[in-house]
């Protein structure tokens, strides 16, 4: 560890050790990790360098992506298991040597951008300023070398170079040498100078024994081979390879290979040489067993691909640590050149099944590739046979993830037709699963199937329409809307069910529970139902066009003898009433018998529906009846009434689905209303088995 002085004021106390420091007098702990490094790091600002003596280490631990976030207390147990160490390694930070940095000059710097030759030709004329070039650096600790091999000065890197040779292999804060720089922004000249010229023996800390300047390594574990290939500079990975060929095989953090990221970038060429290399321990894969054929799916590098294939075919068969080979991707990710050239080598690999049991078919299927699915059964027809773990086929899975586009195809499929009513391992079939995941439109476009079986029933004894009347809350208005569809297809129900539970004995909650959960959507409701009584009673003696004041007909309505009024009347009559009856039945349902509650809560809803819309119907009659002199203004009264009076109605339909006849007019109704509310409530799926 070091003490960097950047004013006398201020010490940033900078740690480059393979131990995690952790500051016991912070209540906070702030750790800036690279989880695949190995190496832990971590900036200090501090006013005081004492705050060392408060400060201990412990050794590092096995590290990987699921202990993010778990930093502080990793570390806390690690010390714990480490406490006879620790007092030794605090003694050797307590020896850290401080050492004061000088920053580049704005001038410098600029000049090392722009390659302003004379400005560096007169600083280091003599001694003093080469080793004050020497000591320059910017804030990311790069040196001058640094600056100028990242802008591709190539002058300015030979002059510095000849007088500060040392500089070739210093590092900065992320232990990116010269090179790094050069290599990750293309500057070939650089590179070719810099390998040309760099001298072994340079006396430097950051050199490990055996390891040259081609082989450094950055924080992320990258060499300048790395680099290039990952900015897609193919001549600059050629020469660095043409230098040292064991560049093909080091790894880094991420156990990504070059040929790895070579593949995933597409560089064919590249790829094309490195498969020519006499390196039979070249290695190709890397993190999570992944190979570089995987790699060229995802990107979807057809030329590399079919280099791979050609060369590389054992690559074929190679899975990643879930099960997955290169048809699992290629299939997922819709790549249809990707599944002819694969199926062409072997069409053995449409079996391929991962460690959830997801085959090729499974995963085209989730995310609606009807055109990788017909070329999967077109090579492998019995590739509709294959189940998951949970024996599920590619139409339960498709119905899962809500890939309408994939279930009309299957429904169009001949060849498909035994899909259709196949059960699970809990026994749901593809209209179970539709309406166990509020899939109204699936479950639409299923019950419009005269092969669909409806009656089929689960291992819990369910039929679909059961499951869309009992199931969660989850997704509640999607099940209201499942079970539209389903009524309106006739499908059976085999008994009475209360609605608001599967079955009483089989859920945890005891009659009081029930009554606790339901209480205030019962008190809401009685609200409704006295505003409306309120309301229509106000109205009934508040007429439109109030009273004849002759003596012959003294205190009768002045419109008494219009059709519209009459409406007027006989709406505003059904929906005081309605809302009487409403309020009653719910008072009844507050006496705690769950039966009773039911029956409350059924009826109850369909009374206030038909109250509030009498209460439309009398507002627009009582409107009518007051501007009917006005044509144009009556007609768009009317015109408007109208509209909204359907959409109250196909607001209510779908509520009261479960207890709608299934016959008749409102069979058409709610059929109607449904693909109106399948539009105005659809959701877009969210995505399935994503890395």
């Known amino acids: 560890m070091a003490i960097i002085s950047l004013a006398p004021s ?190 072994g023996d340079i006396e430097t800390g950051n050199v490990q024994v ?120 290629a299939a997922y990710s819709g790549y249809s050149q990707a599944i002819s050239f694969l199926l062409e080598n072997d069409v053995s690999i449409a079996h391929h099944k991962d460690k959830d049991g997801m085959s090729p078919i499974h995963l085209a299927s989730i995310n609606g590739h009807v055109n990788i699915t017909q070329d999967l059964l077109k090579r492998c027809p019995d590739s509709r046979e294959l189940l998951n773990q949970r024996s599920q086929n590619a139409l339960h899975v498709a119905i899962e993830c809500r890939k309408e586009n994939m279930v009309s195809f299957m429904l169009e499929a001949p060849e498909l037709e035994k899909l259709i009513n196949e059960r699970d391992v809990d026994g749901n079939t593809p209209l179970h699963l539709a309406t166990k995941h509020g899939h109204a439109m699936i479950v639409s476009i299923l019950v419009r199937d005269k092969r669909v079986d409806a009656t089929v029933r689960n291992n819990e004894g369910e039929t679909a329409y059961e499951l869309a009347l009992h199931g969660t809350s989850q997704f509640s208005v999607q099940k209201i809307l499942s079970a539209v569809a389903l009524k309106s297809a006739n499908t059976p129900r085999s008994q009475r069910r209360l609605f608001f539970q599967k079955n009483v004995q089989d859920t945890a909650l005891d009659d009081k529970a029930t009554m606790e959960n339901f209480r205030d959507r019962i008190s809401t409701l009685v609200l409704v139902a006295t505003l409306i009584v309120t309301i229509t009673f106000a109205a009934g003696f508040t007429l439109p066009g109030g009273h004849n004041s002759d003596d012959a007909d003294k205190d009768e309505a002045t419109l008494l003898l219009k059709s519209t009024f009459h409406i007027f009347v006989i709406s505003n009559t059904i929906a005081m009433y309605s809302s009487i009856v409403a309020a009653i039945m719910l008072i009844w349902a507050h006496l705690g018998d769950l039966n009773l509650l039911d029956f409350a809560l059924r009826w109850s809803m369909v009374l206030l529906a038909i109250a509030l819309t009498m209460l439309a119907v009398t507002f627009a009659a009582g409107v009518y009846l007051v501007v009917s002199k006005f044509a144009w203004l009556a007609s768009v009264v009317s015109a408007m009434s109208f509209i909204f009076l359907f959409c109250i109605l196909a607001l209510f339909i779908p509520l009261q689905a479960p207890i709608f006849p299934r016959r008749g007019w409102m069979r058409f109704m709610s059929t109607f209303t449904l693909n109106f509310l399948l539009f105005a409530t659809g959701l877009e799926p969210r995505g399935w088995l994503r890395d």
Request: charged share 25%; net charge negative.
């Open 10 to 199: 201020r010490k940033l106390y900078y740690w480059n050790s393979p131990y995690p420091p952790i500051d016991q007098s912070a209540s906070a702990r702030q750790f800036s990790h690279n989880s695949t490094s190995k190496y832990w790091w971590s900036t200090i600002i501090k006013k005081d360098a004492e705050a060392l003596a408060s400060t201990s280490a412990v050794p590092p631990q096995s590290y990987n992506d699921a202990d993010i976030g778990r930093e502080g207390e990793i570390v806390e147990e690690a010390h714990r298991n480490f406490n006879n160490d620790t007092e030794q390694l605090v003694s050797s930070y307590r020896e850290a040597e401080e050492i004061t940095i000088t920053l580049i000059e704005p001038e410098l710097y600029k000049g090392a951008t722009v390659g302003d030759v004379k400005l560096f030709e007169d600083i280091l004329s003599d001694q003093e300023g080469i080793e004050r070039v020497c000591k320059l650096v910017t804030p990311q600790l790069n040196t001058v070398l640094h600056v100028a091999a990242s802008f591709g000065q190539l002058k300015i890197v030979k002059l510095v170079h000849k007088h500060c040779p040392s500089l070739c292999v210093k590092t900065n804060s992320k232990r990116d040498t010269a090179l790094h720089y050069a290599a990750r922004d293309g500057h070939l000249s650089v590179i070719r100078f810099l390998i040309e010229n760099f001298k």
């Open 210 to 329: 055996g390891e040259g300047l081609l082989r450094m390594k950055n924080v992320d574990g990258n060499t300048a081979l790395h680099e290039a290939i990952r900015h897609g500079h193919v001549k600059v990975a050629q020469v660095l390879l043409e230098k040292d060929e064991e560049l093909a095989t080091f790894v880094n953090n991420v156990d990504e290979s070059p040929f790895y990221l070579a593949a995933e970038a597409g560089l064919t060429e590249l790829v094309s040489g490195l498969l020519k290399m006499p390196i039979d321990h070249m290695v190709q894969e890397k993190q999570e067993g992944k190979t570089a054929l995987h790699a060229a799916i995802v990107e979807k590098h057809t030329d590399t691909l079919k280099i791979l294939i050609d060369q590389k075919s054992k690559l074929i068969k190679s899975r990643d640590n879930n099960g997955r080979s290169a048809i699992h991707y």
